[in-house]
Structure formats: structure tokens, C-alpha cells
């Protein structure tokens, strides 16, 4: 079990009850936020597992996991932000194909560095269209909050990290 996931999880447990709380302002967004917030609590803990469930369980649930999360906070964003937000259908389709390249690359062509760049490589992309979509949208008669800049530098920053990460075939999750 990994202390740095177990870390992680608690952090994201007691995010959870706030970012519910927020549910009832009325706030575009916060249950898209609510939502990845889980499915990254649950990859997480599939990464605590590592050691003992099977490498098909940690590769491709955890995985398209902590893929769906990204989808689901950029779908958060698009709806604070005044945007359409991501649909349904090209989530769940864009999830069985992450699903489907991170089962390829266990089985077919058992790879763990394609694995972990097929992962890192749609999470830095997912991060990257986050920055971007805030930039794009963000109102231009407004200036743009300190809490609005801080998430648009940290997507960018997450997006350059997990495409370093895919990369060098680090294996950090």
C-alpha cells in the first residue's frame, strides 16, 4: 500500500463533504466537480491496492478512472465557465476507448511503458483543454479571479507533468 495514495485519498475524503455542501449555492459545475472528485478517491484507492489485486485491475480500472475524473472536471469547468458541457456519449465512448488502448496494452502487447503513456498522454491532454478552456472563456469585462488563475496555472503545470511523465514511462500511478 502506498502512503502517498493513502495521503491522497483522505485529502480527497474530506474535500468530498465541502465541494457537496457547495451543491446547494446553485453554482454551475460543483456536481461535475463532486463526481470526479469520487472516481479520483476511487483510483486512488485502486492504486493503494497495487500490491495486491491483480495488474489488470490497477492498469485498466484505475486508469480509466482517474481518466473519467479528468473528463468530469473539465466538463465542471465548461459549466462554471457559461460553456456547454461535455455530453454523456463522447465521455462514456472516450472512456471505453482509454479503457480498450490501457487493456491492449496489458494483454495484447503486454507494454507497461505504452500503458503508462496511453494514461499520462489523455491526462495531460484533459489538463491542457482544462487551462485552455479557461483562458477561452473566461469573461473578458471581467478580471480574472485569483482562484480562476490559480486552477488555469495548475492545468498547465499538471498537463506538462503527465506528459514528462508519459514520456520517460514513469510510473507514478
Known amino acids: 500500500m502506498s502512503f502517498l495514495s493513502a495521503i491522497a485519498v483522505i485529502s480527497l475524503l474530506v474535500m468530498f463533504p465541502v465541494l457537496l455542501s457547495l451543491r446547494k449555492t446553485g453554482v454551475p459545475g460543483i456536481a461535475s466537480f463532486c463526481a470526479a472528485c469520487l472516481l479520483t478517491t476511487l483510483a486512488a484507492s485502486v492504486a493503494m491496492a ?27 469547468f465548461r459549466q462554471f ?3 456547454r458541457p461535455l455530453g ?3 465521455i462514456a465512448i472516450t472512456l471505453a476507448g482509454v479503457a480498450t488502448m490501457l487493456g491492449l496494452f496489458s494483454y495484447a502487447a503486454d507494454n507497461p511503458s505504452a500503458r503508462i ?6 491526462l495531460s491532454l484533459t489538463c491542457f483543454l482544462i487551462g485552455a478552456t479557461i ?15 490559480f ?23
Open 135 to 149: 483562458v477561452r472563456h473566461w469573461p473578458r469585462e471581467r478580471p480574472i479571479a485569483p482562484y480562476m488563475l
Open 81 to 83: 465557465l457559461g460553456r
Open 117 to 122: 503513456s496511453v494514461c499520462a498522454g489523455f
Open 151 to 173: 486552477c488555469c496555472v495548475m492545468a498547465f503545470l499538471v498537463a506538462v507533468l503527465h506528459a514528462l511523465r508519459g514520456g520517460n514511462g514513469w510510473h507514478w500511478f
Open 88 to 90: 454523456a456519449w463522447p
Open 50 to 76: 497495487v500490491s495486491v489485486a491483480p495488474v489488470w485491475f490497477h492498469a485498466i480500472v484505475g486508469g480509466t478512472l482517474m481518466a473519467g475524473a479528468g473528463l468530469l472536471m473539465l466538463r465542471g
